[in-house]
């Protein structure tokens, strides 16, 4: 190499890059300014957005995996788990969000419609349950494309959010989310409350709603009998941890956003806590509980965007 030649980038370890590499790797994606409002839809203190993950057979297929045992779990979120959670949904009257991969519509397409016919929202969540961060680019787009196509024909209304699968944002998906026109995402974790994003620095008018494991079942209740992955929490303890969470929000008059899996949440033991958050939640004056489209659209509208 010449003393004038710029070394590659690409061959460099982290503590060596210069400090522009690290500088576009951290703005490319960003959370800007707070859409936060002042108050709620009605005068609301504390805004509450519930929401599942529909994963269903997809999360076994996404791997290109065929045991029949392995979909048999997937298969109890639609067979068993989504009747109960309409059920308890409807008895108080909430309306939630569900996340539905585009194959899981397509093995469950009256599941969808009978969602949307109850007030429900439905919101992208992939083809195949796929890691976007291992696609390249040309075939994100045409998925995550694909898959509001796909949402749009069989539920008959055109998804205007997003939530990665696995919450795996890559580098591209905003770009796309914003080709699409969407509302919002809800994959990211750099606030408790809605936020704009950032694209390379500039404002896009794009709502995040973010998550966080810490208000997801999931890191309390998978498991895998092939792996080290053998949760223990008992459902009381995870009420503890989701009140407590709802708890700080409505003291900041802020939002708690809540994602779950019906395959998981949908148990026996599990949806009686579901049920007990619910009342306790609803025995809250000034709580507006509403899908995430509708709480991206309030904030965005309050924010002037």
């Not at 707070?34 to 009605?42: A, N």
């Not at 580098?171 to 606030?191: F, N, P, Q």
Request: one cysteine or more; proline letters at 6%.
């Amino acid at each position: 190499m010449s003393p004038t030649a710029k070394p590659d980038t690409k061959e460099l370890e982290p503590w060596q890059w210069p400090d522009e590499r690290w500088q576009a790797i951290v703005d490319k994606v960003r959370a800007g300014r707070s859409l936060k409002p002042e108050s709620w839809k009605g005068g609301a203190k504390c805004a509450v957005a519930i929401s599942f993950d529909s994963d269903h057979e997809t999360s076994t297929l996404r791997w290109g995996h065929t045991s029949p045992g392995k979909l048999s779990q997937g298969q109890y979120g639609g067979r068993v788990a989504i009747p109960r959670i309409r059920k308890l949904l409807a008895k108080y009257d909430v309306k939630a969000s569900f996340f539905v991969p585009a194959v899981v519509a397509k093995i469950h397409p009256d599941e969808q419609r009978g969602l949307v016919d109850e007030g429900h929202e439905i919101g992208i969540h992939g083809w195949i349950h796929e890691l976007n961060s291992q696609l390249p680019p040309a075939d994100e787009r045409d998925l995550m494309m694909r898959a509001a196509d796909v949402l749009e024909k069989i539920s008959g209304k055109r998804p205007v959010g997003v939530r990665t699968a696995s919450w795996d944002f890559s580098d591209h998906t905003l770009a796309i989310a914003r080709e699409m026109g969407l509302l919002y995402d809800s994959s990211l974790m750099a606030d408790d409350e809605p936020y704009e994003l950032l694209e390379e620095g500039k404002p896009t008018g794009m709502v995040e709603l973010p998550v966080e494991w810490i208000r997801d079942d999931a890191v309390y209740f998978n498991m895998d009998r092939f792996s080290a992955l053998r949760p223990y929490t008992p459902p009381s303890g995870v009420l503890e941890v989701f009140k407590a969470e709802f708890d700080g929000a409505y003291a900041e008059g802020g939002l708690f956003l809540l994602t779950m899996h019906p395959h998981m949440i949908g148990h026996r033991s599990r949806i009686a806590l579901l049920e007990r958050l619910i009342e306790y939640i609803q025995g809250h004056d000034g709580v507006w509980i509403a899908t995430h489209a509708e709480v991206a659209q309030y904030c965005k509208d309050s924010a002037g965007l």
